[in-house]
Structure formats: structure tokens, C-alpha cells
């Protein structure tokens, strides 16, 4: 008789997981995310462990750069893409993240049109985020005036935030409205938790 008593109760509370599950599920399941790469050199963990959060809690997620076809990150790991950044639209996400490492400040930091989707990400006060040397971006599309940020601690990267009138926090995440900054690669799994939270909270 106990035994079935504990079999009942396990069901019943499988029951009432998957149901709060799918609730959750249908709350985020038309939720986009758009992550943006340098075509080579972005920072591996930056995109894959973000990208394991947001997937992992029913999100879908885009990754694009500035070209298409296969990209190949500083530690060696690949991923292909299938449009880049002149093909997306941002009335179709909830949040833009863009990711660092080298490639970064070659590629994405004087990209046009990457700069024009950060204002209109904005503009829409949907979430903007970027990790390592890409927190120079938002500086460079002007959103970070007044605003509370971190970066990599490359000392050009730094000034490039503060010419552009960013508070610099030498911190490893930083929230300031629906701008998340983060420092390293040490805290892209934070980061991206940060990023759905700041999300979650814009559907409520």
C-alpha cells in the first residue's frame, strides 16, 4: 500500500512538472534571439554557452556574421551560418547578443550595419547585450551614454566606452536596463542567464 501511495505521488508530481514545463515552454516558445559572430576569432564559449541557455529554456536562437557559410572560433570549434547580419530583421527578436573574442574588434566594431541593428534593437527597448570586446559596439551605436557597462579589460576597449560616455564597472556582468554588458569568456554562461532573465522580464 505504501508503495503505491509513493508511485501515485511520483506521477502526480511528474504531472505537475510537465505541466509548469509547458507553461514556461509556451511563454518563451515564439521567443527569438539573434547572436551575432565575427566570421573567425569570436570566442568560442561565448556563443555556445549562452546559446545552451537560451535553447535550453525553449528560445530560438539565430546565429549570423558577416558572411555566411562556416566559422571557426579562437579555440577551434565551428559553426555554419546560413544568413548574416544585412539579411535579419529586428522586429522578428526579443534580444540581440553579440559575442566577442578577437575577431570582434576586426570585424564588428565599425560594422555599419551591425551598429544600425543595435539602435533599432534599442529603439524598440528590446534587450541589447554583448560580451568581451563586443560591449564596444553598443558604445559605437551610442547606447551606452550614461550607462553602466563593462568590456575586456584591453585598455583601448575600455576607453572606447568611456569616450562614448559609458560608466565603467571593471565587473563581470552588468545590467543597466535592457543593456547587459559582460567582461570575459569566465562569465558567458552567467551572461546568458542574464540575457533571459532581462528577456522574460520584457514579456511579462
Not at 3 to 12: E, F, K
Not at 127 to 154: D, E, M
Not at 174 to 186: E, F, L, Q, R, Y
Request: glycine letters at 6%; proline letters at 2%.
Amino acid at each position: 500500500m505504501k508503495r503505491l501511495a509513493v508511485i501515485l505521488i511520483s506521477i502526480i508530481l511528474a504531472l505537475m512538472s510537465s505541466m509548469c514545463i509547458d507553461k514556461e515552454g509556451k511563454n518563451m516558445e515564439n521567443t527569438k534571439v539573434l547572436m551575432v559572430i565575427a566570421p573567425k576569432d569570436f570566442r568560442d564559449e561565448e556563443l555556445f554557452e549562452p546559446m545552451a541557455v537560451f535553447e535550453s529554456n525553449g528560445l530560438k536562437v539565430d546565429v549570423v556574421s558577416t558572411t555566411k557559410g562556416e566559422h571557426v572560433g579562437m579555440l577551434g570549434n565551428k559553426i555554419t551560418t546560413e544568413k548574416t547580419i544585412y539579411d535579419v530583421n529586428a522586429n522578428e527578436y526579443d534580444a540581440i547578443v553579440i559575442v566577442g573574442g578577437i575577431g570582434s574588434k576586426e570585424y564588428l566594431w565599425n560594422n555599419t550595419r551591425l551598429i544600425e541593428l543595435v539602435k533599432e534593437f534599442n529603439s524598440q527597448n528590446k534587450v541589447v547585450s554583448a560580451i568581451c570586446l563586443s560591449p564596444v559596439v553598443l558604445a559605437k551605436a551610442g547606447i551606452l551614454k550614461n550607462k553602466k557597462a563593462t568590456v575586456y579589460p584591453a585598455q583601448e576597449a575600455i576607453e572606447e566606452l568611456k569616450k562614448e560616455g559609458a560608466i565603467y564597472e571593471d565587473k563581470g556582468v552588468v545590467v543597466d536596463g535592457n543593456v547587459i554588458t559582460a567582461k570575459s569568456p569566465d562569465y558567458a554562461r552567467l551572461f546568458g542567464l542574464e540575457v533571459l532573465k532581462a528577456i522574460e522580464k520584457n514579456k511579462q
